[in-house]
């Protein structure tokens, strides 16, 4: 069995089974049964599903390895989390973390106003909440307010401005005041797409000269008791510890130097988010070379090492990942569409009496292909198609001949990789590359894999059901907006296989896994696809699955209103083109209103095919 490489990505939170993925946990339930579920229901787009067991899972992960490291070195610091906001936002995810983390030492992290207000409604007061990111009177003027409510809030500085700015807040609005944090900037800096948040050239974090004088202006003005945390955060998706290792000694290292200064109450270092999620479907591409475990070892083992070395007491230890605990809690189901070759079928041939030679020769190479020779048949085609294809820019043969040319040669290719799909041939994989099947899937990459669009993040992907066979269609994947950006490429060294099916006759879904971070706050609405319909499923006490929390696509309605159209406007203008059309009477402009209505108030996405139809009435 293929299995998409769910042992390498899958981090044990599915299994194959019976030949369809289904959530390892509770009454395992086939991800198909549910998305079919919800389709009857009228969904018909991509969906969202949000799995809470899993953020559960991830945010228990990372503490039971923070304790169980600070047990085994006897580390007498503590080890507290925030969730940085930023990562994932929406209320469908942020208040499950709340819920399942109110025994831990977990809060959130906020990095501009609106988020920072999420945090001081939803945080369990107690819990921390940290700060980051460039500030402004306002922003810091809410850390007071948040202060005042009771939370158990630290602001970051960035910059010796937002430090005299504090101060001065702290003199017009009093106590209690906000814990302060330093960020520093560091020599080191992590490797990948996004090591720009450390290292020397950092957008963020204070020199050491500027930490020196920020200890000055804390001591005048009265509040080096209220710094509390260092601050530093090399960069997202970490593929190699080494980087880290780095930069937690020069941390280390200022945290002592400072506390010598006089910064007796500076207790804590924030390491940063930065945790590598596996997004690999292929052994030689794998994302990250070290564990949790030898993470937390590293990080516990480091920060002791040098407080012991210099005389100081051993600091708690925040973190604050936040792609590692939210990636894999949510899935992206895209319905298949079509499959493109599907139209160059056995009975789009339209055969002539008399066909041109070379086209005499593709039907000759379709009936007497053979395994033994069909990559020189192969090729043979292909020559001929090149050769078709001249000949109908020079105006030798017609649209007819063209059009048959396509279809033979589409049913060699099938053919062939149908006879050679046992072996492993080299030249089969070129071949495979090059004749690629598209499926078309309703979703749109912008909209919901970002980073795909933006910096080639590959996510895992497979189909949900039909695992049981073997999957041998080379593929490529279009989504639904009309942007030639909008492809998933695969080569011959990170192939996509995907099954054969008749779309108009059965269901396909592909899903796209590990999207649960950064990948719907940055989904844009290109070509106006929005956030598809998501929902959650939850199990209660006999194991048994719920769905939860079903939050339908935007309408179109919605969506042009978003974009500051005045939607009385469209309504208005259209029942005006209607009234004024010499086309339509008074009879037909009413149901024409009804239709458009009924269009206008649903999202979107694609509900079917045009044959689509047929196969639902079937199915009910
Ligand atoms: C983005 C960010 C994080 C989260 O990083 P992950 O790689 O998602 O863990 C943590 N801290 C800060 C300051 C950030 O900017």
Same mark, same amino acid.
């Given at each position: ?337 079509? /499959?493109?070759?599907?139209?160059? +079928?056995? %009975? ?5 009496? !008399? @066909?041109? &030679? *070379? ?117 490529? /994947?279009?989504?639904?907006?009309? +942007?030639? %950006? ?5 080569? !011959? @060294?990170? &192939? *996509? ?124």
């Amino acid at each position: 069995m293929y299995d998409f490489g769910l042992e390498i990505w899958g981090n044990g939170d599915f299994v194959i089974e019976e030949g369809k993925v289904k959530v390892n946990f509770a009454s395992k339930p086939a991800l198909v049964d549910i998305v079919n579920q919800v389709r009857t229901k009228g969904f018909k787009g991509p969906l969202l599903i949000r799995f809470p067991h899993l953020i559960k899972k991830q945010i228990d992960e990372i503490f039971s390895h923070f304790y169980r490291a600070s047990k085994e070195y006897k580390y007498s610091g503590g080890f507290k989390a925030v969730f940085p906001l930023k990562v994932n936002q929406f209320p469908n995810f942020i208040l499950p973390l709340i819920e399942c983390s109110k025994d831990l030492d977990y809060g959130l992290e906020a990095g501009s106003k609106a988020e920072l207000i999420i945090a001081m409604t939803y945080n369990i007061k107690g819990h921390p909440i940290t700060v980051n990111g460039f500030k402004d009177r306002e922003l810091i003027s809410l850390g007071f307010i948040a202060a005042a409510m009771g939370h158990d809030i630290t602001l970051t500085i960035e910059g010796l401005n937002e430090l005299e700015t504090i101060i001065k807040v702290a003199s017009e609005m009093g106590e209690p005041y906000p814990k302060i944090g330093l960020r520093v900037r560091l020599h080191s800096s992590g490797i990948g797409v996004w090591a720009k948040s450390g290292g020397i050239n950092s957008k963020f974090g204070l020199t050491s000269s500027e930490l020196l004088e920020a200890v000055d202006m804390l001591q005048e003005s009265n509040l080096i008791s209220e710094f509390t945390m260092i601050h530093f955060h090399i960069g997202s998706q970490i593929s190699d510890i080494s980087p880290l290792k780095k930069a937690l000694r020069e941390a280390g290292n200022i945290y002592a130097g400072l506390r010598k200064m006089g910064a007796t109450n500076l207790k804590a270092i924030n390491m940063g988010g930065g945790l590598a999620v596996e997004y690999s479907q292929h052994p030689n591409f794998a994302n990250r070379n070290y564990t949790l475990e030898e993470f937390s070892n590293d990080v516990i083992f480091l920060i002791k090492d040098i407080s012991i070395s210099k005389g100081e007491p051993e600091p708690d230890i925040f973190i604050e990942s936040g792609r590692f605990i939210s990636a894999n809690h949510a899935v992206l189901i895209a319905p298949v569409l079509e /499959l493109f070759s599907q139209e160059y +079928d056995e %009975d789009a041939l339209r055969l002539k009496e !008399k @066909n041109p &030679p *070379l086209i005499e020769e593709l039907k000759e190479l379709l009936s007497s292909i053979r395994e033994k020779n069909a990559i020189e048949y192969l090729h043979d085609a292909l020559d001929h198609m090149e050769s078709l294809l001249t000949l109908f820019d020079l105006g030798y043969i017609d649209l007819q001949d063209r059009s048959n040319t396509e279809v033979l040669v589409h049913l060699i290719i099938k053919k062939s990789v149908e006879l050679l799909k046992s072996r492993n041939h080299h030249e089969i994989m070129d071949i495979q590359d090059r004749v690629q099947e598209r499926y078309l899937l309703n979703f749109s990459i912008f909209q919901s894999l970002p980073d795909y669009w933006g910096l080639d993040q590959r996510f895992p992907v497979m189909p949900l059901d039909r695992l049981d066979q073997k999957a041998k269609r080379s593929a490529s /994947l279009w989504d639904i907006t009309c +942007d030639s %950006d909008g492809e998933i490429e695969f080569n !011959k @060294n990170r &192939p *996509l296989f995907l099954h054969d099916v008749d779309i108009k006759k059965e269901d396909y879904f592909l899903g796209f896994f590990l999207i649960g971070a950064y990948q719907e706050i940055l989904g844009m609405r290109h070509n106006l696809f929005t956030h598809p319909t998501e929902l959650s499923v939850v199990f209660d006490e006999k194991d048994e699955m719920k769905v939860v929390n079903l939050l339908e696509s935007q309408s179109i309605w919605d969506v042009l209103d978003d974009l500051d159209y005045d939607i009385r406007d469209v309504e208005k203008i259209m029942k005006l083109n209607l009234e004024e059309s010499p086309f339509v009477d008074e009879q037909k402009q009413k149901s024409i209103m009804g239709k458009l209505y009924l269009i206008l108030s649903e999202n979107g996405y694609l509900r079917t095919m045009t044959n689509g139809d047929n196969k639902n009435e079937q199915n009910n």
